[in-house]
């Protein structure tokens, strides 16, 4: 087998055409010409999606007890963005063409020119990223409300509910996974920068003097996160936030960055926000959001370290890093080695043939089998093509119903990976399977019997 593709060498091109074809990214309104950087997930992408999603809130809220959840509105009162900065500070400088009037961030003007036309540019201005809507009947600035440019905010005024209704004590953490919304000057590059994305976000609050040690730990945490997921450490790295680039609100900052095919890029920022969100709240709210700590008999406003990733980043770079193609006797073999708790689908029914023989059994197996993974039955065209379009998909494992099932009652189960197959007795098929995706070595096994 050839070593995997890096990403920086894959061709985003050829990324949008896998995912279009396969069904796990379509552009949104296509029919009717598309809207710009938006994007719906397919059948196969929505799995994905929700995978990764999650296996993330398995790691960061399910298997900790110092983590809870919270879902909160998109819509928000509009204070909370005076309060919170965006109002004032959320903007980018925006320069505009004078010729073909496309608008475009500074940053992404690279000669002084119009990157569409070449026309001359004018003199930036500052552009607020937050979507503007109107809530009641009537349209006028009393009634003015915002999209959400980022779930972290909804964390921060729920503060006191959480902490009372779930009696934690510092160090502590809500999790939260939803929908944002930025009116980006210059998305694209595919789903990495869009204007409507889905963020896994941590508030984790704990005392001032002690959040440098738990910056450090959740720097770790997050990295390691992506590499026992699959994704290879050589294609992950950290950057340190210079004093000049830090946010409004961050003491410190870094960057995960991954090496998608344009460079070196964020996949997810971990910051130490300090005191600034609660107290900013506190403030504007006149409600007091602090905590009481029993040590010293004080109440003390909890410094935040957030570890902040994008959905739709983190699917690309696992699409990405899992890309290979590979050199056979019948061209190309494109796999995708996702990480089996990721795979939108986790097992395929294969029947040799339609023989009609073959098919109530091989549906009897499929029916097994779908009440504990998301599987595909397909019997359409030769076997050597349903186990590519299996690989191409990242399917970890096949199982084909042959003419000797009928006389044995077991099946081969091929694996994605090594193209190895092994015989198991049908009876023993859930077992074998779960074993093999909880990690097992690829060979023979015969748990639960004979």
Not at 115 to 126: A, K, N
Not at 173 to 178: F, K, L, P, S
């Amino acid at each position: 087998m050839t070593d995997k593709t890096s990403p920086g060498k894959v061709d985003m091109d050829k990324m949008v055409s896998l995912c279009k074809r396969r069904g796990y990214i379509f552009q949104s309104s296509e029919i009717y010409g598309g809207l710009g950087s938006c994007w719906d997930y397919g059948p196969l992408g929505v799995e994905l999606k929700r995978n990764i999603k999650d296996a993330w809130w398995k790691t960061n809220v399910q298997e900790r007890e110092d983590m809870v959840g919270l879902d909160s509105a998109i819509i928000m009162h509009p204070q909370i963005w005076v309060a919170s900065g965006h109002v004032e500070g959320f903007s980018d400088p925006l320069v505009e063409c004078k010729n073909c009037h496309l608008r475009w961030r500074t940053d992404a003007i690279t000669e002084g020119k119009c990157s569409s036309c070449g026309g001359e540019l004018t003199e930036p201005r500052m552009f607020n990223l937050m979507f503007r809507t109107f809530m009641g009947p009537v349209e006028e600035q009393a009634s003015t409300v915002y999209m959400r440019p980022e779930t972290a905010q909804g964390i921060f005024v729920n503060f006191s509910n959480v902490l009372t209704t779930s009696r934690k004590k510092l160090p502590f953490g809500i999790a939260q996974i939803g929908k944002a919304f930025r009116n980006e000057i210059t998305p694209g590059n595919f789903i990495f920068r869009s204007r409507e994305f889905e963020q896994m976000e941590i508030e984790y609050f704990v005392k001032p003097g002690n959040d440098e040690k738990w910056f450090n730990f959740w720097l770790e945490e997050r990295l390691n996160w992506y590499i026992k997921l699959g994704i290879d450490k050589d294609h992950l790295k950290l950057r340190h936030h210079g004093e000049d680039e830090l946010a409004h609100y961050a003491r410190d900052c870094y960057d995960i960055e991954y090496l998608f095919p344009m460079g070196w890029a964020e996949l997810e920022g971990i910051a130490n926000r300090g005191e600034f969100d609660l107290q900013r709240h506190s403030l504007s709210s006149g409600r007091a959001l602090n905590y009481f700590d029993e040590e010293t008999g004080q109440n003390i406003t909890p410094f935040v370290i957030e570890p902040s990733a994008g959905v739709d980043r983190s699917t690309l770079a696992f699409l990405l890093d899992a890309y290979e193609e590979e050199q056979d006797k019948e061209g190309i073999r494109v796999i995708l080695h996702l990480h089996p708790s990721l795979a939108p689908v986790k097992v395929a029914v294969l029947p040799l043939s339609r023989n009609e023989k073959l098919v109530p059994l091989s549906r009897e197996i499929w029916s097994r089998l779908r009440s504990s993974w998301m599987t595909q039955y397909d019997d359409a065209q030769s076997i050597g093509r349903r186990y590519r379009r299996q690989d191409e998909i990242g399917t970890p494992f096949c199982v084909t119903i042959d003419f000797q099932s009928l006389e044995d009652n077991a099946v081969t189960v091929r694996e994605r990976d090594s193209m190895q197959q092994i015989r198991v007795p049908i009876d023993n098929l859930k077992a074998v399977i779960a074993a093999k995706l909880a990690g097992e070595a690829f060979e023979e096994a015969n748990p639960g019997g004979s």
